[in-house]
């Protein structure tokens, strides 16, 4: 089975919402797994099947839906979840330094077919001889120059990168997630009932999702392929996810 990505680089905040609310926080999707937050491929599928007016083309690559036929049928694309692969974490003495991990890199790597070798924990493109001051982490040694970076960084925006062990990415990723506070407002503008905080993955951050043919395109496999490449051209600027109105989850889609 073939294989295709799609990457995503988030302009806004983007929050899919998770299954369960803790307290006064509402969670973003994660992989069950990993924790790590995740765009579900039925997100990102009802969205652009959402962008086809046709209805022939929309049931051809997506499927009908219940109430548009006498039965449920398979569409000839599928479309996979939209995973991490470089996250933007604040840091005082460079800015901003992007962060990943060999767990994500070595799932893109099986994914899109690359016979690359992952990097060690502490590779980066930085000065190896100075300190790297990240949110609440400090490196000063065991740090690695990593010569061909270039090769897993599929956005030019990224331009300082950073390998770190699974655990120490997890935490970081988890401690740099944005959280916007929510309140109730009565028409004379006063709160009503308490507050909650929305968690969301932070602007800048690079996914990207897999794609491929159905076993329901059979002999039109190509035709499919061409007829999904155009519907991506037409939406190289999506938003994924709600609260459109607020700015969140616009994100840039691009490809090899």
Avoid at 34 to 60: H, M, Q, W
Wanted: glycine share 8%; with cysteine; charged share 20%.
């Amino acid at each position: 089975m073939a294989f295709h990505l799609v990457y995503l680089t988030l302009l806004t905040p983007l929050h899919t919402g998770g299954t369960t609310q803790e307290g006064n926080l509402l969670g973003i999707a994660r992989e069950a797994h990993t924790n790590l937050p995740y765009i579900p491929s039925s997100t990102i599928r009802g969205k652009l099947r959402a962008s086809v007016a046709e209805k022939e083309l929309k049931f051809e690559l997506f499927g009908n839906e219940i109430g548009e036929g006498d039965q449920l049928t398979q569409g000839s694309i599928w479309i996979g979840d939209g995973s991490l692969l470089w996250v933007p974490v604040a840091s005082l003495s460079h800015g901003v330094v992007w962060i990943s991990c060999p767990l994500l890199l070595k799932r893109w790597l099986r994914l899109s077919g690359q016979k690359l070798q992952v990097p060690e924990p502490y590779s980066t493109n930085l000065e190896a001889n100075r300190p790297i001051y990240l949110k609440d982490a400090i490196l000063k040694n065991g740090l690695k120059k990593w010569e061909n970076w270039q090769s897993f960084v599929k956005s030019s925006s990224i331009s300082r990168v950073l390998v770190l062990p699974d655990q120490h990415c997890a935490t970081l990723i988890q401690m740099s997630l944005w959280r916007q506070v929510k309140v109730k407002l009565s028409e004379h503008k006063v709160v009503e009932g308490g507050f909650r905080y929305e968690e969301a993955i932070p602007p800048d951050s690079l996914m990207y999702f897999t794609w491929g043919v159905t076993a329901q395109a059979n002999g039109s496999s190509q035709e499919a392929v061409e007829q999904f490449q155009k519907l991506l051209q037409k939406n190289q600027l999506l938003q994924i996810g709600g609260q459109e109105s607020l700015g969140r989850g616009f994100v840039e889609l691009s490809w090899n």
